[in-house]
């Protein structure tokens, strides 16, 4: 019997009405309540719940950061050599050196690092990495700085060592045959010409044959033989705006173009040119000006080491 009311469909298998059911929306609520509790579930235990391979990775990542902080330590430990290398460096070695301070506002130029440099190492330690990243880089420039100082102070100290060889810097002739000083750097009575005149040297008066150093190493660029004026002599180029005259000489021992270092033996005494009296004129010139010799002479040189200079 078919009741009123309700729907029915017709089974051809059986031959038979089928009364027709009515699609459930509860079922399907029930249905999308369950799959959304899981997929938040998974969500929470994902957030909440480390799985092995999250535990692992946060136990790897916390070793990684305190070998960083154990390096830092060492990181510290340079910075603070590098300053003091720094500090030595305008407080010693550039004054002593005369050259240019070096501002420390270009000594820490470009160092150190935007924070977008460290962008994919942040999440590490609450930026504990981005911040040892920034401070070596910044090490790293400041030792590059400081290298090229470096250079230019080995640059400068090699020039100094230079200007020290070659500076005039003893007496031409030893003390041990030294007879005397007779004559002084400035204006003096010529005794040739019977006025005053300026001196351009001074007059250091031995035996005729007594040994002529060189007072500083550089190279021999003139030498002249007259029977006036100065008479034999030789100038030497000591580079550094330097240059000395040997004069009146009576042996000449060195030729045009040859090097010498301080000490060489270059001349022998003599009472050529203009002379009244066995001397050797002796004149150093800064910068094609004559300045007084005896400011370049050692003072507290001794005779030993006077003779352990010249000894050959």
């Known amino acids: 019997m078919v009741k009123r009311g309700k729907q029915y469909i017709f089974d051809p298998d059986n031959l038979t009405f089928e009364e027709k059911k009515k699609f ?9 309540f369950i799959i959304g509790l899981s997929i938040s579930l ?17 136990k790897k990542r916390d070793k990684i950061i305190a070998q960083f902080l154990a390096k830092n330590d060492s990181l510290m430990n340079y910075k603070n050599h590098l300053a003091l290398i720094q500090q030595r460096d305008e407080e010693i070695y550039r004054p002593y050196l005369e050259k240019k301070s070096m501002p420390m506002s270009m000594r820490i130029a470009g160092t150190g690092g935007s924070e977008e440099d460290y962008d994919d190492v942040t999440f590490l330690g609450n930026g504990v990495v981005a911040n040892i990243l920034s401070e070596v880089n910044g090490l790293s420039n400041q030792l590059s700085i400081q290298e090229k100082s470096h250079h230019e102070i080995l640059n400068a100290l090699e020039d100094k060592k230079e200007l020290q060889l070659s500076m005039p810097a003893i007496q031409p002739v030893s003390v041990n045959d030294l007879i005397s000083i007779s004559s002084h750097f400035g204006v003096r009575y010529h005794p040739i010409h019977g006025k005053f005149l300026m001196h351009d040297g001074t007059d250091f008066t031995g035996d005729i044959g007594t040994p002529i150093y060189a007072t500083g190493k550089g190279k021999v660029v003139e030498v002249k033989h007259a029977v006036t004026g100065y008479g034999n002599e030789v100038m030497i180029d000591h580079g550094f705006g330097f ?19 301080r000490g060489d ?48």
Request: zero cysteines; glycine letters at 4%; a negative charge.
């Open 24 to 32: 459930s929306f509860s079922f399907l609520f029930k249905l999308i």
């Open 265 to 312: 033996l270059i001349a022998k005494l003599g009472n050529t040119g203009n002379s009244t009296g066995p001397h050797l004129h002796y004149e150093v010139i800064l910068n094609n000006k004559n300045v007084d010799p005896i400011n370049y002479f050692y003072d507290n040189l001794s005779n030993l080491e006077y003779e352990k200079i010249t000894k050959k």
């Open 243 to 261: 240059k000395t005259r040997y004069a009146h000489l009576h042996e000449i021992l060195v030729e045009e173009g040859q090097l010498v270092n």
């Open 42 to 58: 998974s969500f929470w235990s994902f957030d909440f719940i480390n799985s092995p391979e999250l535990i692992f990775l946060e």
